[in-house]
């Protein structure tokens, strides 16, 4: 992969880290090790940046809970470190979990699984140091027999077949630009497959929002009705405070739009081995505009309305296993009506479009700079 100058104010921490690591010949170098766990088996070693970054199995059996151990042990440089407020901008990259954080989030949108951050050790032991070692609680459900979702599938998966290497390459290839946006984007993505098993409608709400945080970078013309509006912005008729407001209101307007556009421009490719049969049981390629105008809206009703989201159910019958709707239409609960148009894809479904659509984007920007 070719060299690119980077702008240290947006790149990502990992790949300022491992390019220092690769450029450095001389310096101490430490290392921090971190157990993750997953409920995925990924086998092979993964080494990446000349030794920067390395993962592999921990614990090649799973616990009680399902979960299997990985140690993933990254490697920096030591340099002293002389804070200069001139060389940071406003605007410059920040993810509060730092570079273990950013791993984690990556390796949960390539290999499609979950991944929980348990332990980090850091420091070396010595006459004169010591190991410290810190210990994380996550809250994670247990895998139910009739949960059919790809993470919770044995299919293959390894660290050693240059899979999540190139992945990585891909990223450190795009523009520094899209970084900030993108660690959040998969860092929502990571969270939201964390709550399967647990809250449904938060699940939803985090994956509206990783969506979200990459929408910045989808252009959208102005239609007649914000033409309208921008039109008597300029005779100055409002307040400085009422401007503010309108353009509030024509900025959430065109949120949602993008939302559409974005499932629209990244899935291509994403229906051409999905089931239509039976029909009402499945999402086809012609409706996709369809069903995410009615999860966004249902989103934003959960958020600002406390509306409660109406989301297909999970079926355990081996022909239901793949169905991206419960095939329940308008339906009565207690004394109210639910109409079919209110009714939300399963959360199966929701993942896998979303997972096809990051990876789709991360291919689209690392070839702007290939």
Not at 15 to 20: D, K, N, Q, W
Not at 186 to 203: H, N, P, R, S
Not at 307 to 329: F, H, N, Q, R
Request: include cysteine.
């Amino acid at each position: 992969m070719e060299k690119q100058e980077k702008n240290q104010d947006n790149c990502m921490e990992w790949v300022l880290e491992t390019e220092r690591f690769e450029k450095t010949t001389d310096g101490k170098a430490y290392y921090t090790d971190y157990e993750i766990c997953s409920e995925a088996y990924i086998g092979g070693v993964l080494e990446y940046g000349n030794g920067a970054i390395l993962c592999s199995i921990l614990q090649p059996e799973a616990n009680r809970d399902g979960l299997y151990a990985y140690l993933l042990r990254i490697k920096r440089i030591e340099e002293n470190f002389e804070f200069n407020k001139d060389n940071y901008s406003e605007n410059g990259y920040y993810f509060e979990k730092g570079i273990v954080g950013e791993l984690i989030a990556l390796f949960s949108v390539y290999f499609q699984c979950r991944f929980f951050h348990k332990s980090t050790t850091s420091g070396e032991l010595s006459p004169h140091s010591i190991k410290f070692r810190s210990e994380y609680e996550f809250n994670q459900k247990k895998p139910h027999e009739h949960w059919h979702y790809e993470m919770f599938s044995k299919q293959k998966r390894n660290w050693a077949d240059g899979g999540i290497a190139t992945f990585l390459d891909k990223i450190k290839l795009a523009d520094g630009r899209y970084h900030q946006k993108l660690i959040w984007a998969c860092d929502w993505y990571a969270e939201a497959i964390k709550e399967i098993g647990l809250e449904k409608q938060l699940f939803y709400a985090k994956m509206v929002f990783c969506i979200e945080a990459l929408l910045k970078v989808v252009e959208l013309p102005s239609d007649s009705i914000e033409q309208k509006m921008k039109k008597l912005l300029a005779e100055n008729f409002f307040i400085d405070d009422e401007k503010q407001q309108i353009n509030n209101w024509i900025e959430n307007r065109r949120i949602g739009k993008k939302f559409k556009i974005f499932l629209q421009t990244y899935s291509k490719g994403f229906f051409d081995d999905e089931r239509t049969d039976p029909a009402h049981c499945c999402v086809k390629e012609h409706e996709l505009n369809m069903y995410a105008g009615i999860i966004y809206s249902a989103r934003s009703n959960y958020l600002h309305t406390g509306k409660p989201l109406y989301i297909s159910d999970d079926y355990g019958m081996e022909e239901a296993k793949t169905w991206d709707l419960c095939p329940s239409g308008e339906i009565m609960i207690d004394r109210r009506k639910i109409s079919g148009n209110d009714k939300l894809p399963r959360i199966r479904w929701f993942e896998r479009i979303t997972n096809y659509c990051l990876k789709n984007f991360i291919n689209t920007i690392a070839q702007k700079n290939d």
